[in-house]
Structure formats: structure tokens, C-alpha cells
């Protein structure tokens, strides 16, 4: 999946910036497949304010604090995106294997460079190799990159698969929006304007049944006027940590993203550190 977010977020999908400009809202609906296509040239375009090098290598020291693994230890970057993390943990000194969905996401992660310790391949992250079973001491996923599929047993199918992927003890660090933050400081529309002088507002709606957050965008530069939508189901901590347990993995913390503060009611952002049992 491609990187495939309440206040200023660092997730696909859940941003929070300036406040809200005029645009149209006769949209069509959202196509439940949305990802399949979304993660482009447009995405990296959209998304470009939280793309930076410097917050990129403030939250892997914070993925390597957390992990505690040795030099050399394998890692898996679910739904990797461009690379952005993929490359710094390989930087870091891990065996690393980047997985996503878009093939311009896959294409971009290898411009940045792959080597011995750094591979990418393209599938789909609820059906991992077979090759994979048992192969890794981590897996990363974040920037919400979860709970794109249109059946939630779909989200539970993508951490089994990451525990059977997981070696016994092994660790997974998931990072996302949180439901009880986002939902406590949410920001219904909001706009920013990125380098090209592209003018992208959002608007955002929650459905409560199915905890789908629909997010729809619409770029403007000069006389060009271009809509895009996709929807990305939040869960609560407490619902995460039961998928996971019954995926095999046991959530051990649990943080305000990649901060040292512990989980609040009003993160919108989680970081959870789970491991596979034994």
C-alpha cells in the first residue's frame, strides 16, 4: 500500500494545517479500491508540507530507541511509500526490505538508492510472501498505513500476517492516526499551498458506524481545478491492541507518535510497540 491526519499530523491522509478555504463539495463517492491508484505523482504532490528530511530522521532515532535491536537485524517497512524511512533504518545499520502497493511509490524508493542491506519489492500487505514466514526481528508500519480496504477483516489479515513474518519475540512499531485524538480536535477543512504554487484544500467527514474518516481534496493552480478522495478507517488504541492480540502480537507501549509523551485521550497521533509471542 502506498504511505499510504486533528492537528498538524504526519500520516497519510490526516492533515491539519491552516484553516479552512471555500471550494466545491458535490464530489462523487469515494471508491472503495481508492488505493489502488492514489498513491502517484499527485499523492507525493498533496502530502509534500509533511515530506521532510529533517522529521524523517528525527522519527527513525526514535524508531531505533524504541526497537532495541542490534546492527545488522532484519526489518521490514510496510506500505514503505518513497523510502523515506526504509532508507534511514538501512542508514542506521539494518537489513532492510521495503514493501509497498504503488509502483510509482516502489519506482521513487529505489531512486533514492538500494544496496545490499536495502531492497524494495511491490505487493500487497495482506498477503506477504510465503518466503517471509519467521524472516524478521521488526516490522514498521506507519504514517496510517492501515485501514484502507473496505472490509475491516481485511486490516486483521495485514498484522497476522505480520506476526507470521515476525520471528518468536520479534517486534512490531505501528505508528497512525489515533480515533480518541482526532475525533477530540477535529478539524473538519482546512488549505495550503505547496512549492508549484498548487492550492490544496481538504475537507473531512467521519462516519461513526464504520470509523471511516473521508478525506476529499481539491487542487487549484490558475485555471486547473483537480478532485481527488480517499477514506482511511481510524481505530482506538484499545481496538488495535485487540486486533493485534488476536494476530499474536502483544502491545507493550504505547506513545503520542514519535514523542517520549505516553498516550493520551487527545493524541491524534498513536505509536505501538507490540510483540509477537513467543
Same mark, same amino acid.
Given at each position: /500500500?502506498?504511505e499510504g491526519r486533528g492537528e498538524k499530523g504526519t500520516q497519510r491522509g490526516v492533515v491539519g494545517r491552516r484553516r479552512s478555504a471555500a471550494h466545491p463539495r =458535490?464530489?462523487?463517492? !469515494?471508491?472503495?479500491?481508492?488505493?489502488?491508484?492514489?498513491?502517484?505523482?499527485? +499523492?507525493?504532490?498533496? $502530502?509534500?508540507?509533511?515530506?521532510?528530511?529533517?522529521?524523517?530522521?528525527?522519527?527513525?532515532?526514535?524508531?531505533?530507541?524504541?526497537?532495541?535491536?542490534?546492527?545488522?537485524?532484519?526489518?521490514? #517497512?510496510?506500505?514503505?511509500?518513497?523510502? *523515506?524511512?526504509?532508507?534511514?533504518?538501512?542508514?542506521?545499520?539494518?537489513?532492510?526490505?521495503?514493501?509497498?502497493?504503488?509502483? +510509482?511509490? %516502489?519506482?521513487?524508493?529505489?531512486?533514492?538508492?538500494?544496496?545490499? !542491506?536495502?531492497? +524494495?519489492?511491490?505487493?500487497?500487505?495482506?498477503?506477504?510472501?510465503? !518466503?517471509?514466514?519467521? *524472516?524478521?526481528?521488526?516490522?514498521?508500519?506507519?504514517?496510517?498505513?492501515?485501514?484502507?480496504?473496505?472490509?475491516?477483516?481485511? #486490516?486483521?489479515?495485514?498484522?497476522?500476517?505480520?506476526?507470521?513474518?515476525?520471528?518468536?519475540?520479534?517486534?512490531?512499531?505501528?505508528?497512525?492516526? =489515533?480515533? #480518541?485524538?482526532?475525533?477530540?480536535?477535529?478539524?473538519?477543512?482546512?488549505?495550503? !499551498?505547496?512549492?508549484?504554487?498548487? /492550492? %490544496?484544500?481538504?475537507? *473531512?467527514?467521519?462516519?461513526?458506524?464504520?470509523?471511516?474518516?473521508? %478525506?476529499?481534496?481539491?487542487?487549484?493552480?490558475?485555471?486547473?481545478?483537480?478532485?481527488?478522495?480517499?477514506? %482511511?478507517?481510524? $481505530?482506538?488504541?484499545?481496538? /488495535?491492541?485487540?486486533?493485534?492480540?488476536?494476530?499474536?502480537?502483544?502491545?507493550?507501549?504505547?506513545?503520542? =507518535?514519535?514523542?517520549?509523551?505516553?498516550?493520551?485521550?487527545? =493524541?491524534?497521533? /498513536?505509536?505501538?510497540?507490540?510483540?509477537?509471542?513467543?
Amino acid at each position: /500500500m502506498g504511505e499510504g491526519r486533528g492537528e498538524k499530523g504526519t500520516q497519510r491522509g490526516v492533515v491539519g494545517r491552516r484553516r479552512s478555504a471555500a471550494h466545491p463539495r =458535490s464530489l462523487p463517492r !469515494t471508491d472503495v479500491d481508492w488505493w489502488k491508484h492514489y498513491f502517484d505523482a499527485g +499523492y507525493e504532490r498533496e $502530502y509534500e508540507p509533511l515530506f521532510d528530511l529533517v522529521e524523517d530522521r528525527r522519527q527513525v532515532a526514535r524508531i531505533v530507541e524504541l526497537l532495541e535491536l542490534p546492527a545488522g537485524s532484519r526489518v521490514l #517497512d510496510l506500505a514503505c511509500g518513497q523510502g *523515506r524511512h526504509a532508507h534511514l533504518l538501512a542508514e542506521a545499520g539494518f537489513n532492510v526490505d521495503g514493501l509497498d502497493l504503488s509502483p +510509482y511509490l %516502489i519506482a521513487r524508493a529505489k531512486e533514492r538508492g538500494t544496496g545490499r !542491506t536495502l531492497r +524494495y519489492r511491490r505487493g500487497d500487505m495482506r498477503k506477504l510472501p510465503a !518466503t517471509w514466514s519467521g *524472516r524478521f526481528d521488526a516490522v514498521v508500519n506507519l504514517f496510517t498505513s492501515f485501514g484502507f480496504f473496505a472490509d475491516a477483516r481485511d #486490516d486483521a489479515r495485514v498484522l497476522r500476517e505480520c506476526a507470521r513474518v515476525l520471528k518468536p519475540g520479534g517486534v512490531m512499531l505501528w505508528q497512525g492516526g =489515533s480515533r #480518541d485524538g482526532v475525533m477530540a480536535r477535529f478539524l473538519a477543512s482546512d488549505w495550503w !499551498t505547496t512549492r508549484d504554487g498548487t /492550492m %490544496i484544500a481538504q475537507d *473531512r467527514s467521519f462516519d461513526p458506524l464504520t470509523g471511516f474518516l473521508t %478525506i476529499t481534496s481539491v487542487w487549484q493552480r490558475k485555471s486547473a481545478v483537480e478532485r481527488r478522495e480517499h477514506r %482511511i478507517r481510524l $481505530y482506538t488504541a484499545s481496538r /488495535m491492541a485487540e486486533l493485534m492480540l488476536e494476530a499474536g502480537l502483544v502491545v507493550e507501549q504505547a506513545w503520542e =507518535s514519535f514523542t517520549d509523551r505516553p498516550l493520551s485521550r487527545r =493524541s491524534s497521533e /498513536m505509536l505501538l510497540v507490540a510483540r509477537r509471542e513467543r
